[in-house]
């Protein structure tokens, strides 16, 4: 899978929005591949990076015989520390418009 285009920040809002209205509970972002992840645990949001366990990595490469960034982006799970924390979806977008894009 080729990279995908950059989003703009109003692009990518747009869909976080959309996805907090539909109940989704994970957005996942990034420039090329996504890298990031915006959360919603329980009545906070919240933005981590996207960590892929090596062992994880290692299973999948053994079984397909191959490992691209593609599979290191479907593998990942959204973990580390919090980057950025929000009592609404409406105050992590002032967050985020508070930040440089793309990250």
């Known amino acids: 899978m080729a990279p995908r285009p950059p989003e703009t920040l109003e692009q990518f809002l747009a ?3 959309e996805a907090a209205k539909a109940g989704h509970s994970q957005v996942r972002f990034g420039l090329h591949h ?3 992840a915006v959360l919603r645990e329980g009545d906070v949001w919240r933005v ?5 366990e090596q062992e994880k990595a290692d299973a999948y490469r053994k079984k397909h015989g191959k490992f691209m960034r593609e ?3 479907m593998l990942s799970e959204p973990g580390g520390p919090v ?8 105050a992590l977008v002032e967050a ?8």
Not at 48 to 52: A, D, E, K, Q, Y
Not at 83 to 90: I, M, Q
Not at 96 to 103: G, K, L, N
């Open 15 to 17: 869909r976080l929005r």
């Open 34 to 36: 996504f890298s990031h």
């Open 48 to 52: 981590r990076r996207l960590v892929l």
């Open 71 to 73: 599979d290191a982006e």
């Open 83 to 90: 980057l950025l924390e929000a009592a609404s979806v409406d």
């Open 96 to 103: 985020f418009r508070a930040r440089q894009w793309p990250w």
